[in-house]
């Protein structure tokens, strides 16, 4: 069986640009999470969808916006690019308990890499 | 508010030595702690888990993790050190009444000496 699989696994984009990165879940699995991994840190929790409907979201400005398709698959949304953004985003799948709670088990895809010049 | 503490941003042990990586976390009700690792390159990958029961928590490839309330720890041990172990662990907390978020400690990097 196919695992979370993210795209583009790399991109170099200028300040100010826009990206959109994109994730599938595994099969079967309704709730998708986007992570921002800084080089050198833990991830950072950016949102939780769970059935098309934002479930949770981080400290993270209103550049940052996702959303989660019919198929459970996901798009992570980042306007006005800061060299800040430079990050690895990691996109994880998981099948939540009750009310779309996460319990933690969090099965991730191998990130897109995004640069900003 | 959640939080982890992982103790040590960098160890280093020998091939075949005990493997002791420290996690203190933060919580003001019950929670559900794990270990994830993450290789080079690669994204996060669940090595075990603690929701409730039993406080000893065994996970795949030798590793394992106690719950210890009265200390807020929960650090993973693994006997024997192999060169494959070397990777960034990360310690991380959710509780099930917040919002959907799991968090994630800095990590530790672990290196194997021959």
């Known amino acids: 069986d196919a695992g979370v699989t993210q795209s583009p696994t790399h991109l170099i984009k200028t300040r100010g640009q826009h990206v959109t990165l994109r994730c599938s879940p595994i099969?079967?699995?309704?709730?998708v999470s986007w992570y921002q991994q800084v080089l050198g840190q833990g991830p950072q929790f950016i949102f939780q969808?769970?059935?098309?409907?934002?479930?949770g979201r981080g400290n993270f400005p209103d550049r940052f916006s996702a959303r989660q398709f019919p198929n459970y698959s996901s798009e992570l949304n980042v306007n006005a690019l800061l060299l800040g953004d430079s990050a690895l985003y990691l996109c994880?799948?998981?099948?939540?308990?009750?009310?779309?709670?996460?319990?933690?088990?969090?099965?991730f895809g191998e990130g897109s890499r995004l640069t900003v010049l | 508010a959640q939080s982890v503490t992982q103790l040590g941003s960098h160890v280093s042990v020998s091939e075949g030595a005990l493997v002791l990586l420290r996690c203190n976390y933060s919580?003001?009700?019950?929670?559900?702690l794990f270990w994830y690792v993450q290789y080079p390159n690669q994204g996060l990958q669940l090595l075990l888990k603690?929701?409730?029961?039993?406080?000893l928590v065994k996970g795949i490839n030798g590793f394992e993790a106690e719950f210890k309330k009265s200390e807020t720890s929960f650090h993973l041990t693994k006997p024997s050190a192999h060169m494959s172990d070397a990777a960034e662990y990360f310690c991380?907390?959710?509780?099930?009444?917040?919002?959907?978020?799991?968090?994630f400690g800095s990590g530790t990097r672990l290196s194997i000496r021959p």
């Open positions: 994880a799948s998981s099948q939540p308990g009750l009310a779309g709670m996460n319990t933690g088990e969090l099965f």
């Open positions: 099969s079967g699995h309704k709730s």
């Open positions: 991380a907390v959710s509780v099930w009444s917040s919002a959907s978020k799991i968090i």
């Open positions: 969808y769970y059935e098309k409907e934002e479930r």
């Open positions: 919580s003001s009700v019950p929670p559900y």
């Open positions: 603690y929701t409730t029961g039993a406080t």
